[in-house]
């Protein structure tokens, strides 16, 4: 498989913590990348630094082979990258449907959105089919706020889905799910990963080795192990770092 | 019998006109660890948040060692001897592990030097502010505030939400340490299985309502309401 996302030596530095070290990970569509550690080993930092929204201290990133270091995080996303946050971050007075549109018009140019607003089925038929694909075909015109914690967060990957993306960086997306939710959500997540690059950072552990291909293990900042679920299971400095021996 | 050291009769909460819980009977005794179950939206939080004087109650009475509370501010009622780790772990950003658990420090036997024994991890963290450690530091330094406040009974809200495998373990070793020392525990928790075997007794809500309340066991064994009223 051609990687999608390439990240090569990335590294951040918070004043004397390195928060993120001479990290390296590539990532196809058609794959799911499991990102896991202790909190506080750098996932959400590596997260911020692919979605462009933290400038890496070193080391740079390409999409589709373009070197994309630096350039901002609306200039990432209309690369192809979308994410979903570890707090939900939508407009809760808004319906589904608008807050699934919102992110259709954030990827064109200002000349563009003039033409989307004037050609509105477009953006709206491809919102709606961002909803249909996690599951909300039927809620698009409830106000986001009433909706439950785990449509919430469907919605949240719908918004990442509207944006077109060919990646998406998932940011602990079962926080807060109930055990039905979580299943539900691993589901999605399995279909999603055919047509996507999905890179995943999540403490749910059942739901981490059923769904992914592959899994980076962090630690400090830095890779202690990736391989396959299988191989990252039987790691012993894995359990020590972070499984146990309960998982 | 003593008196609980909680009880709520008949309570009933909401949010202005919407109306979350209906008639709820609990009770927390001397030293009991009491699951608070319930999928979500159910009502959980909001009757945690009506038991700790968060939230008004619309009807019914909240009692504190058979003394009526139910007006009482959460001030009061901390001073009585509750406290809560809540669902945010609320540590304060800019103080120090170490201000963070002397501002809440009360006399008895929990003490600065217990609390970072309990948790070795504080004491080489403790000259850091609250928003420099990972989430589960910052769980550790809510739990350990609020033990400083030497309560009798400790509330838990979603203690090892977003934390790894091996930081959730050593927090339900925490629980269980506190569970020892003779606090009455209530605990609300996505991890069902961990629930059910720490807890005396359970209690389950479905919207808003007590559905179950009772031993963990007998509800571990009936796979309808397990499946039912908590989606296992």
């Given at each position: 498989?051609?990687?999608?996302?390439?990240?090569?030596?990335?590294?951040?530095?918070?004043?004397?913590?390195?928060?993120?070290?001479?990290?390296?990970?590539?990532?196809?569509?058609?794959?799911?990348?499991?990102?896991?550690?202790?909190?506080?080993?750098?996932?959400?930092?590596?997260?911020?630094?692919?979605?462009?929204?933290?400038?890496?201290?070193?080391?740079?990133?390409?999409?589709?082979?373009?070197?994309?270091?630096?350039?901002?995080?609306?200039?990432?996303?209309?690369?192809?990258?979308?994410?979903?946050?570890?707090?939900?971050?939508?407009?809760?007075?808004?319906?589904?449907?608008?807050?699934?549109?919102?992110?259709?018009?954030?990827?064109?140019?200002?000349?563009?959105?003039?033409?989307?607003?004037?050609?509105?089925?477009?953006?709206?038929?491809?919102?709606?089919?961002?909803?249909?694909?996690?599951?909300?075909?039927?809620?698009?015109?409830?106000?986001?706020?009433?909706?439950?914690?785990?449509?919430?967060?469907?919605?949240?990957?719908?918004?990442?889905?509207?944006?077109?993306?060919?990646?998406?960086?998932?940011?602990?997306?079962?926080?807060?799910?109930?055990?039905?939710?979580?299943?539900?959500?691993?589901?999605?997540?399995?279909?999603?990963?055919?047509?996507?690059?999905?890179?995943?950072?999540?403490?749910?552990?059942?739901?981490?080795?059923?769904?992914?291909?592959?899994?980076?293990?962090m630690l400090d900042g830095?890779?202690?192990?990736?391989?396959?679920?299988?191989?990252?299971?039987?790691?012993?400095?894995?359990?020590?770092?972070?499984?146990?021996?309960?998982? | 019998?003593?008196?609980?050291?909680?009880?709520?009769?008949?309570?009933?909460?909401?949010?202005?006109?919407?109306?979350?819980?209906?008639?709820?009977?609990?009770?927390?005794?001397?030293?009991?660890?009491?699951?608070?179950?319930?999928?979500?939206?159910?009502?959980?939080?909001?009757?945690?948040?009506?038991?700790?004087?968060?939230?008004?109650?619309?009807?019914?009475?909240?009692?504190?060692?058979?003394?009526?509370?139910?007006?009482?501010?959460?001030?009061?009622?901390?001073?009585?001897?509750?406290?809560?780790?809540?669902?945010?772990?609320?540590?304060?950003?800019?103080?120090?592990?170490?201000?963070?658990?002397?501002?809440?420090?009360?006399?008895?036997?929990?003490?600065?030097?217990?609390?970072?024994?309990?948790?070795?991890?504080?004491?080489?963290r403790s000259r850091h502010?609250?928003?420099?450690?990972?989430?589960?530091?910052?769980?550790?330094?809510?739990?350990?505030?609020?033990?400083?406040?030497?309560?009798?009974?400790?509330?838990?809200?979603?203690?090892?939400?977003?934390?790894?495998?091996?930081?959730?373990?050593?927090?339900?070793?925490?629980?269980?340490?506190?569970?020892?020392?003779?606090?009455?525990?209530?605990?609300?928790?996505?991890?069902?299985?961990?629930?059910?075997?720490?807890?005396?007794?359970?209690?389950?809500?479905?919207?808003?309502?007590?559905?179950?309340?009772?031993?963990?066991?007998?509800?571990?064994?009936?796979?309808?309401?397990?499946?039912?009223?908590?989606?296992?």
């Amino acid at each position: 498989m051609t990687a999608i996302l390439q990240a090569i030596g990335l590294s951040r530095r918070f004043g004397g913590l390195l928060a993120v070290a001479d990290v390296s990970l590539a990532l196809a569509v058609g794959e799911l990348h499991a990102v896991i550690g202790p909190n506080g080993a750098g996932k959400s930092t590596l997260v911020n630094l692919l979605a462009g929204e933290l400038l890496p201290t070193a080391g740079s990133i390409r999409i589709d082979g373009d070197d994309v270091t630096g350039r901002g995080n609306w200039r990432v996303a209309r690369c192809g990258v979308g994410r979903s946050f570890q707090r939900t971050n939508l407009m809760p007075q808004m319906t589904v449907l608008e807050n699934a549109r919102l992110a259709v018009q954030a990827r064109v140019s200002a000349r563009g959105l003039l033409r989307t607003l004037r050609r509105d089925d477009a953006s709206v038929s491809i919102a709606r089919i961002a909803l249909s694909r996690v599951g909300l075909a039927e809620s698009a015109d409830r106000i986001a706020g009433t909706l439950s914690h785990g449509q919430l967060r469907q919605l949240e990957i719908g918004v990442a889905l509207a944006g077109q993306p060919k990646v998406l960086l998932l940011d602990e997306p079962l926080a807060g799910m109930g055990p039905e939710e979580s299943e539900t959500f691993a589901t999605l997540l399995r279909e999603l990963s055919r047509d996507y690059a999905v890179l995943l950072v999540e403490h749910d552990m059942d739901v981490v080795f059923a769904v992914a291909h592959r899994m980076t293990v962090m630690l400090d900042g830095r890779v202690l192990e990736c391989g396959t679920p299988e191989a990252i299971r039987a790691s012993a400095a894995v359990r020590d770092a972070y499984l146990g021996h309960s998982v | 019998m003593t008196a609980p050291i909680l009880e709520a009769q008949g309570l009933a909460a909401g949010y202005g006109a919407s109306q979350v819980l209906r008639s709820i009977d609990f009770t927390v005794h001397s030293g009991e660890t009491i699951g608070l179950m319930g999928r979500n939206g159910m009502g959980k939080t909001t009757l945690i948040r009506t038991l700790l004087g968060l939230l008004p109650a619309q009807s019914g009475r909240v009692l504190l060692d058979g003394e009526d509370v139910t007006v009482l501010p959460a001030f009061r009622r901390a001073q009585r001897g509750v406290a809560t780790v809540p669902e945010n772990r609320g540590v304060f950003a800019s103080l120090s592990v170490l201000e963070n658990l002397r501002l809440a420090a009360r006399d008895g036997a929990w003490t600065e030097a217990r609390v970072l024994e309990l948790f070795p991890r504080l004491r080489q963290r403790s000259r850091h502010r609250g928003n420099q450690l990972s989430g589960g530091e910052q769980q550790m330094l809510a739990i350990g505030r609020a033990l400083m406040t030497n309560p009798r009974l400790l509330i838990l809200d979603e203690a090892t939400e977003g934390l790894a495998p091996l930081m959730r373990d050593e927090i339900w070793h925490t629980i269980r340490v506190v569970r020892d020392s003779g606090i009455a525990v209530i605990v609300v928790d996505k991890t069902v299985s961990a629930v059910l075997s720490l807890a005396d007794r359970v209690t389950v809500l479905v919207k808003g309502g007590v559905v179950y309340s009772g031993s963990p066991q007998v509800l571990r064994d009936d796979v309808e309401l397990m499946h039912r009223c908590l989606g296992v």
